[in-house]
Protein backbone atom coordinates (compact mmCIF):
# COMPACT_ATOMS: atom_id res chain seq x y z
CA UNK A 1 0.00 0.00 0.00
CA UNK A 2 1.33 3.69 -0.69
CA UNK A 3 -0.24 6.90 0.74
CA UNK A 4 -1.10 10.39 -1.15
CA UNK A 5 -2.46 13.46 -0.35
CA UNK A 6 -4.87 13.26 -2.80
CA UNK A 7 -6.28 11.79 -5.43
CA UNK A 8 -4.85 13.16 -7.84
CA UNK A 9 -1.29 12.75 -6.76
CA UNK A 10 -2.30 9.10 -6.02
CA UNK A 11 -3.91 8.62 -10.13
CA UNK A 12 -0.64 10.44 -11.28
CA UNK A 13 1.34 7.74 -9.51
CA UNK A 14 -0.52 5.01 -10.63
CA UNK A 15 -0.33 6.47 -14.61
CA UNK A 16 3.24 6.85 -14.53
CA UNK A 17 4.03 3.66 -12.97
CA UNK A 18 6.86 1.73 -14.95
CA UNK A 19 5.13 -0.92 -15.66
CA UNK A 20 1.60 0.60 -15.17
CA UNK A 21 -0.06 -1.84 -12.83
CA UNK A 22 -3.13 -3.81 -14.68
CA UNK A 23 -5.38 -3.48 -11.19
CA UNK A 24 -4.71 -0.14 -9.17
CA UNK A 25 -7.81 0.82 -6.57
CA UNK A 26 -7.37 4.13 -4.48
CA UNK A 27 -8.93 4.18 -0.95
CA UNK A 28 -9.56 7.28 1.35
CA UNK A 29 -7.99 6.62 4.85
CA UNK A 30 -8.46 8.40 8.13
CA UNK A 31 -5.65 7.17 10.27
CA UNK A 32 -3.25 7.69 10.85
CA UNK A 33 -4.02 11.23 9.10
CA UNK A 34 -6.34 11.80 6.05
CA UNK A 35 -5.08 10.70 2.82
CA UNK A 36 -5.25 8.58 0.00
CA UNK A 37 -4.08 4.90 -0.39
CA UNK A 38 -3.41 2.97 -3.53
CA UNK A 39 -3.63 -0.97 -3.52
CA UNK A 40 -3.80 -3.78 -6.26
CA UNK A 41 -6.03 -5.54 -4.71
CA UNK A 42 -9.73 -4.18 -4.32
CA UNK A 43 -11.67 -3.97 -0.94
CA UNK A 44 -14.89 -2.31 -0.10
CA UNK A 45 -15.23 1.18 -1.18
CA UNK A 46 -12.01 0.98 -3.13
CA UNK A 47 -12.41 3.41 -6.09
CA UNK A 48 -11.12 1.33 -9.05
CA UNK A 49 -8.42 3.50 -11.41
CA UNK A 50 -7.04 0.76 -13.02
CA UNK A 51 -8.47 -2.88 -14.05
CA UNK A 52 -9.66 -5.26 -16.76
CA UNK A 53 -11.31 -3.48 -19.51
CA UNK A 54 -10.64 0.07 -18.62
CA UNK A 55 -8.43 1.40 -21.90
CA UNK A 56 -11.76 0.12 -24.02
CA UNK A 57 -14.17 2.94 -21.73
CA UNK A 58 -13.86 5.81 -23.83
CA UNK A 59 -16.30 8.04 -26.41
CA UNK A 60 -19.74 6.72 -26.39
CA UNK A 61 -21.20 3.16 -25.99
CA UNK A 62 -23.62 1.05 -25.14
CA UNK A 63 -24.30 -0.01 -21.35
CA UNK A 64 -24.34 -3.17 -22.45
CA UNK A 65 -20.55 -2.70 -24.38
CA UNK A 66 -19.12 -1.55 -21.11
CA UNK A 67 -20.57 -4.00 -19.15
CA UNK A 68 -19.32 -6.78 -21.88
CA UNK A 69 -15.86 -5.32 -22.68
CA UNK A 70 -15.15 -4.12 -18.86
CA UNK A 71 -14.92 -5.59 -15.14
CA UNK A 72 -17.55 -3.32 -14.54
CA UNK A 73 -20.54 -5.80 -13.08
CA UNK A 74 -23.18 -3.17 -12.76
CA UNK A 75 -24.14 0.31 -13.73
CA UNK A 76 -26.42 2.09 -11.42
CA UNK A 77 -28.24 5.29 -12.13
CA UNK A 78 -27.45 7.51 -9.00
CA UNK A 79 -30.67 7.22 -7.29
CA UNK A 80 -32.63 5.18 -9.62
CA UNK A 81 -31.41 1.67 -9.83
CA UNK A 82 -29.72 -0.16 -13.04
CA UNK A 83 -28.69 1.29 -15.85
CA UNK A 84 -30.89 -0.38 -19.21
CA UNK A 85 -28.20 -1.56 -21.41
CA UNK A 86 -28.98 0.22 -24.41
CA UNK A 87 -28.46 3.67 -22.94
CA UNK A 88 -25.31 5.61 -24.19
CA UNK A 89 -22.77 6.42 -21.82
CA UNK A 90 -20.52 9.33 -22.16
CA UNK A 91 -17.69 8.16 -20.71
CA UNK A 92 -15.54 11.67 -20.98
CA UNK A 93 -13.01 8.98 -21.18
CA UNK A 94 -12.89 8.66 -17.14
CA UNK A 95 -14.64 6.03 -15.81
CA UNK A 96 -14.10 4.95 -11.84
CA UNK A 97 -16.34 2.63 -10.19
CA UNK A 98 -16.40 1.12 -6.84
CA UNK A 99 -15.97 -1.71 -5.30
CA UNK A 100 -18.73 -2.88 -3.52
CA UNK A 101 -20.34 -6.40 -2.28
CA UNK A 102 -17.75 -8.13 -4.57
CA UNK A 103 -18.74 -5.77 -7.80
CA UNK A 104 -17.60 -2.99 -9.61
CA UNK A 105 -20.25 -0.75 -9.74
CA UNK A 106 -19.94 2.75 -11.69
CA UNK A 107 -22.93 5.00 -11.03
CA UNK A 108 -24.18 7.36 -13.59
CA UNK A 109 -26.55 10.52 -14.09
CA UNK A 110 -28.95 11.25 -17.25
CA UNK A 111 -27.42 13.16 -19.08
CA UNK A 112 -29.35 13.79 -22.82
CA UNK A 113 -31.85 12.27 -23.60
CA UNK A 114 -30.78 8.35 -23.69
CA UNK A 115 -27.43 9.20 -22.57
CA UNK A 116 -25.30 8.74 -19.38
CA UNK A 117 -22.44 10.15 -17.96
CA UNK A 118 -20.50 9.05 -15.06
CA UNK A 119 -21.43 10.37 -11.75
CA UNK A 120 -17.66 11.39 -11.02
CA UNK A 121 -15.83 13.45 -13.09
CA UNK A 122 -12.20 14.51 -14.06
CA UNK A 123 -12.01 18.13 -12.70
CA UNK A 124 -15.23 18.08 -10.85
CA UNK A 125 -16.01 21.55 -9.41
CA UNK A 126 -15.00 22.30 -5.86
CA UNK A 127 -17.68 22.94 -3.30
CA UNK A 128 -18.74 26.42 -2.73
CA UNK A 129 -16.67 27.53 -6.20
CA UNK A 130 -19.42 30.48 -6.61
CA UNK A 131 -18.10 32.33 -3.27
Not at 32 to 45: D, I, K, N, Y
Not at 54 to 77: F, N
Not at 89 to 102: I, K, M, Y
Amino acid sequence: MTSFPDVAAAEHWIATGDPVPAAAYTLLARSPSPHVAVVTEPSEGARAVRYPGVDALTGSLPVSEVLSVSAIGRVEILGGGEADPSLILDTGDFVRPLWRAGTLVLTVMPAAVGHLVPFETRNPTPCCAAH
